[in-house]
Each structure stands twice: as C-alpha cells, then as structure tokens.
C-alpha cells in the first residue's frame, strides 16, 4: 500500500474534502454525539438547540449518504422515523471524544486568547 501525498488533501479535488467538511461540521458532530441510541427526528430536533429543521433534515441525509447513519421507518400511525449510527459512525466516537476533551480542556485559555486579541484589535475589522 503506497503512503497517500500529504499536500493532495489540500487540493480541491481531493476525495477526502467533502468528508472532511462533513466531519467538520458543527451540526454533523452533534447528530453524530446526539444518537448514542436510535433517536426519532423530533427528539433530535429538541436536543440540539438552535438547529433548524431544515438544516437537521440536511445533516441527517448527508450522515445517511455517506454511512454514517442509517434511517428506519417505524411501523406505528403515523409512521415514524428513526436514524442510528451506524458502524461507521461508531468508529468516529474515539476521535470525537478526543476532539471534545481537548475543547474542554482548553476553553478557558482559547477564551483568555479572544479576550486579549479583542481588546487589541478593533471589532470592525475581524479579517486582519
């Protein structure tokens, strides 16, 4: 098996990037924290302040296209639907767990940072 060149990840047609950017993406993750059993739409929905339901029914069909989770249909009236990880979706748990503990680990000094830059900085000028 040959080592994969590491600046081809950069490259815009690089198979890796739209899974990067899934896995990225804050509602993604969520989703992703959220099904640590199967979970009905609605008590996603509730979960997750702040999501639309528009962008969770996005998130949920990206999550699904790319294995990551898997969608059954309820047999009750009126039908339901259920979404779960699937194993793929698993195996992100690790990295996941890693990811978060590092964030709590570290907010209160990233926070000290954006306080210092802030009062350096003018607000009207965020891009530099």
Not at 11 to 29: E, G, V
Not at 111 to 128: K, L, S
């Amino acid at each position: 098996m040959t080592t994969p060149d590491p600046g081809h990840v950069f490259r815009s047609d690089c198979p890796s990037r739209p899974i990067l950017d899934q896995i990225a993406d804050k509602w993604s993750m969520m989703v992703l924290a959220v099904l640590d059993e199967p979970r009905r739409f609605n008590e996603i929905k509730r979960r997750l302040e702040g999501v639309t339901q528009r962008v969770l029914t996005q998130t949920l069909r990206r999550l699904e296209r790319n294995g990551m989770i898997v969608r059954r249909v309820l047999a009750t009236s009126p039908v339901g639907v259920e979404y779960s990880r699937t194993p793929l979706g698993e195996s992100l748990g690790e990295p996941f767990d890693r990811l978060y503990a590092w964030t709590v680990d570290n907010a209160a000094e990233i926070r000290a940072h954006q306080m210092d830059y802030d009062r350096r900085e003018p607000a009207t000028n965020p891009g530099g």
